[in-house]
């Protein structure tokens, strides 16, 4: 088992920035790749940024790219998301995410097989 705890989330301007961050504890030694959705109300929860646990490969959809990027210090079993320029539309509940085996589909949720219980970030404009 791997437990996740997302922390970090608030209310922000337009314009501003936060940083999340999503603590791994368990089998973390099985894990795949990392992984941030979210979830906005009356939408689907979508594919945010996903990290190999090891390696230093990251993807982004395309509505984050050049304003959100993806880390993690595995020495503290973390995953951050920095999120810049964030806008009205960015506001939703933030999920992390972890996948124990690899895949081609890291923008699914159904390839992930841990999940946080979210943190709420709200945009205001």
């Known amino acids: 088992q791997v437990q996740l705890v997302e922390s970090g989330g608030g209310l922000v301007q337009a314009g501003g920035s936060l940083r999340l961050s999503c603590a791994a504890s368990?089998?973390?030694?099985?894990?795949?790749?990392m992984g941030w959705f979210r979830q906005a109300p009356g939408k689907e929860r979508e594919f945010v940024a996903a990290i190999r646990w090891s390696g230093s490969s990251t993807y982004y959809a395309d509505s984050v790219k050049g304003r959100f990027t993806i880390s993690r210090d595995n020495a503290k079993n973390t995953v951050y998301l920095q999120m810049n320029t964030l806008k009205p539309e960015d506001t939703a509940v933030y999920y992390c995410a972890a996948d124990r085996f690899p895949t081609n589909s890291l923008t699914t949720t159904g390839s992930y097989d841990y999940w946080g219980q979210g943190t709420q970030v709200t945009v205001s404009s």
């Open positions: 368990g089998r973390t030694f099985s894990v795949y790749v």
